[in-house]
T-cell receptor
């Protein structure tokens, strides 16, 4: 089976812009979770989508949003980018919600200048 | 509330010697515990998981971990380090939902020739 894929792998944006990141889960997986990884804060949970519905949400401002499509692919959007949004954004999929064994993609490295 | 503490931010071993990466956890529930590895510029890969079955858990690449409830620990070990083991390792405790998941700060493992 192909693994979790994320596009793009690298992205440079300017403060104030918005960005959309994409994640394709492992075939058959219905849950997609997003994480932000920074040197200062480590790995933090953003949100989880299952069956096109947001199931869980971490402690991030409303500028961070996401959605999931009927084929389980997910997108994450960050509006009004701030310098502090520079991070590695990781997507993880699992067969079902609450199934904690997650399979991670390689991540999207976002740099905000 | 859940938390996880990785006791060492950096561990350095020589190739062929044992590896010990320490993790202590705190959980209000009966926890699920995981170890993930992250190689540079890659996503996280699941090494092993504990979900209240056998307390000694065997994972991939010769790694294993022992769940000790009395010590609230879940240390990761490997009898003989290989150069390819050099990476960042994360201990994770999870509860009922993905937003209950807590990642440790990570332990960087260096393997010297």
């Amino acid at each position: 089976k192909a693994g979790v894929t994320q596009t793009p792998r690298y992205l440079i944006k300017t403060r104030g812009q918005q960005v959309t990141l994409s994640c394709s889960p492992i075939s058959g997986h219905r849950s997609v979770s997003w994480y932000q990884q920074t040197p200062g804060q480590g790995l933090q949970f953003l949100f989880e989508y299952f069956s096109e519905t947001q199931r869980n949400k971490g402690n991030f401002p409303g500028r961070f949003s996401g959605r999931q499509f009927s084929n389980s692919r997910s997108e994450m959007n960050v509006s009004t980018l701030e310098l502090g949004d520079s991070a590695l954004y990781l997507c993880a999929s699992s067969p079902w919600t609450g199934d904690y064994e997650q399979y991670f993609g390689p991540g999207t490295r976002l740099t905000v200048t | 509330a859940q938390s996880v503490t990785q006791l060492d931010s950096h561990v350095s071993v020589s190739e062929g010697t044992p590896v010990l990466l320490r993790c202590n956890y705190s959980s209000s529930y009966s926890p699920s515990l995981f170890w993930y590895v992250q190689h540079p510029n890659k996503g996280l890969q699941l090494l092993l998981k504990y979900t209240s079955a056998a307390t000694l858990v065997k994972g991939i690449n010769g790694f294993e971990a022992e769940f000790k409830k009395s010590e609230t620990s879940f240390h990761l070990t490997k009898p003989s380090a290989h150069m390819s083991d050099a990476a960042e390792y994360f201990c994770v405790v999870s509860g009922r939902n993905n937003n209950d998941m807590r990642f440790g700060a990570g332990t960087r493992l260096t393997v010297k020739p």
